[in-house]
Nanobody, 115 residues
Framework: QVQLVESGGGFVQPGGSLRLSCAASGSIDNVYVMGWYRRTPGKMHELVADIGSEGSTNYADFAQGRFTISRDSGKNTVYLQMNSLKPEDTGVYYC?????????WGQGTQVTVSS
């Protein structure tokens, strides 16, 4: 069984920063993409950013220029550096690991941006 554990969420003021981490354990071959998704109040489950096996990255419009995704492939670990956070970024952030034909999800970590 593959397990993904997120950490780094918390409470931050507008304009602040958080760094999320996600570590995958278990026997995993041929990792294709790792990424971050989120669910915010009143919105669908949406992509934040992902990173492919060759290092290519993809960002949602709201994340572009503020968030940075990175990956440690040797440990199947993915990070999300979030800067200039806004109240509308508040939500639950989920880590996902994808192989060809399979996807694995973390339990989610809460991010709250508020004064």
């Amino acid at each position: 069984q593959v397990q993904l554990v997120e950490s780094g969420g918390g409470f931050v003021q507008p304009g602040g920063s958080l760094r999320l981490s996600c570590a995958a354990s278990g026997s995993i071959d041929n990792v294709y993409v790792m990424g971050w998704y989120r669910r915010t109040p009143g919105k669908m489950h949406e992509l934040v950013a992902d990173i492919g096996s060759e290092g290519s990255t993809n960002y949602a419009d709201f994340a572009q220029g503020r968030f940075t995704i990175s990956r440690d492939s040797g440990k199947n670990t993915v990070y999300l550096q979030m800067n200039s956070l806004k109240p509308e970024d508040t939500g639950v952030y989920y880590c996902k690991l994808s192989t060809v034909g399979s996807g694995y999800w973390g339990q989610g970590t809460q991010v709250t941006v508020s004064s």
